[in-house]
């Protein structure tokens, strides 16, 4: 009660009509917070905004260079990886090449190794052939000549003798061999 | 009945609260303009620039939580009004509509806060200062936009309209936006104020009536009164939230407006 004595009392005021100091109040303290916000605070808040927006800006940027990097990088080993595999197998097809031709060489020559040994031998073969031929020819003469001599200088009456002389020639033949 | 029988025989009837409940007295009589109302004004500044003073001070990448509380409301203003309404160039209007948000918002909220209870908007002055202040923004921006004779020509003569409407539509846009744009938006808020002011008294009051009266059905349907009090506290403060908003969105829509270059 105590509260509204004052209000009954009082005359009825529109509501729609201001008080000239609440317009001029109002007035001061809302300029005084917009300099107050504008000066202070609008910047402040922009300041961190802008800071936080190149944080997440940057760190984004710099994720993107990495994988971009790591990308290169796969692509580079990738082709490092191929050309190694070509060039091996290109080892290993001039490597095969290469063992085929040693091999080749390696039978042409072995078998021009037993052709000329084979011809050697037969080289050698006939020349003691032709030695033998010739000393047996030699010796088959003296021999002869050597025997005759013996039948001749015996006496040669019967036919027992003449046996035994042959057969003592061809055993001292067979000593002498 | 009987009660009510009662209370009129003996004289000393429930007074509603009225429009003069508004009227509060000056806190020293040696200063007739020092009221409940200018007082609150004054502390809605010191509140709100020391509140955003301190949390925007550090301007950290990682927000303390302070700093992220007035950054939020910041970022309200700027990213979902200035920015989604006037678009391009939004940023030269931020620190106005910024301050008014917050200005609005806190002299609405000091309706409800215990001890200091009273809306400042509910008292028409200081509405009616920032329905001008909008209006002379909005204004000034067309203006500078598109010269004055340009900026007129587009309201008074909306283009693409045939000839006769025109008898019709000048009057109309004229009272709009210089008359009825600023009156709404002042009297939007404080009737908003005002209304939600004086609901609340009603209840507190009339609760409080309630309790001290002799009858026993009087003082056992007290707490409901009190309690529906509560409760439309509550919905105060959506109502206040809501009128602030209302009254930064409007503004931006004015500025947005004045901006285009086709009505």
Known sequence: ?177 | MRALANLHAAGAGFVPPSTNDFNLPPISDSVAWLTKPVLLVFLSVIVVSTFFVLSSRKAAVVPSRLQFAGESVYAFVRNDLARDVIGHDFMRFVPYLFTLFTFVLTNNIFGIVPLLQFPAMSHVGFPYVLAIFSFLVFHYVGIRKQGLGKYLKEIAFMPGVPLPVYILLTPIELATFFIVRPLTLSLRLFANMFAGHLLLLVFIMGGDYMMHDSHLIMKLFSPFSFAFGIALTFFEFMVQCLQAYIFTLLTALYIAGALADEH
């Open chain 1, 1 to 177: 009660m105590r509260s509204f004595n004052f209000a009954a009392e009082a005359e009825k005021v529109n509501p729609l009509i201001p008080h000239t100091a609440e317009l001029v109040v109002g007035a001061i303290a809302f300029t005084l917070l917009f300099l107050v916000l504008r000066k202070a605070v609008v910047p402040m808040f922009e300041k961190a905004f802008t800071a936080r927006t190149e944080a997440i800006e940057g760190g984004i940027e710099r994720a993107e260079k990495a994988q971009l990097e790591a990308q290169r990088a796969l692509i580079q080993y990738n082709e490092q990886l191929s050309s190694a595999q070509g060039e091996a197998s290109k080892l290993r097809e001039e490597a095969r090449i290469q063992g085929a031709t040693i091999l080749e060489e390696l039978r042409t020559k072995a078998q021009e190794e037993a052709a000329r040994i084979t011809a050697t031998a037969h080289a050698s073969i006939e020349a003691e052939r032709q030695q033998a031929i010739t000393s047996l020819r030699n010796e088959v003469g003296a021999l002869a000549v050597e025997l005759a001599s013996k039948i001749v200088g015996e006496a040669l009456d019967d036919q027992a003798r003449q046996s035994r002389i042959v057969e003592r020639f061809i055993e001292d033949l067979e000593k002498s061999k």
